[in-house]
């Protein structure tokens, strides 16, 4: 009989981050687990790559927003991970 987490215990030993989420916890997010018991009643997953997103932006000098704008007439560069801003760099592009 196969386990019920065979492929990711295999994926496991070939080096994937694992993690867990424990479905009656009240707090319910996936969190990191360095060694997984592999219990059948604990939900486990390859830890997903982070999503990075870039996004140009038009902000006049009383920060009006503009909207989205292609690299080139943008004058704010924003980075975000997983939704989470990490990075914002003012650019020099004078129209």
Not at 20 to 36: A, I, M, R, T, Y
Not at 71 to 78: E, F, I, P, S, V
Request: aromatic share 10%; net charge negative; glycine share 6%.
């Amino acid at each position: 009989m196969k386990h019920k987490h065979a492929e990711l215990i295999k994926a496991w030993a070939d080096g994937a981050e694992i993690e867990f989420k424990d479905p009656s916890s009240s707090n319910g997010g996936w969190h990191f687990v360095e060694s997984p018991s592999w219990d059948e009643h604990i939900e486990y997953r390859i830890k997903p790559e982070p999503v990075k997103v870039v996004r140009y932006l038009v902000i006049d000098e009383n920060f009006t927003l503009y909207g989205f704008s292609g690299k080139q007439n943008a004058n704010l560069r924003l980075t975000l991970i997983d939704g989470k801003l990490v990075e914002a760099e003012v650019l020099n592009n004078a129209n």
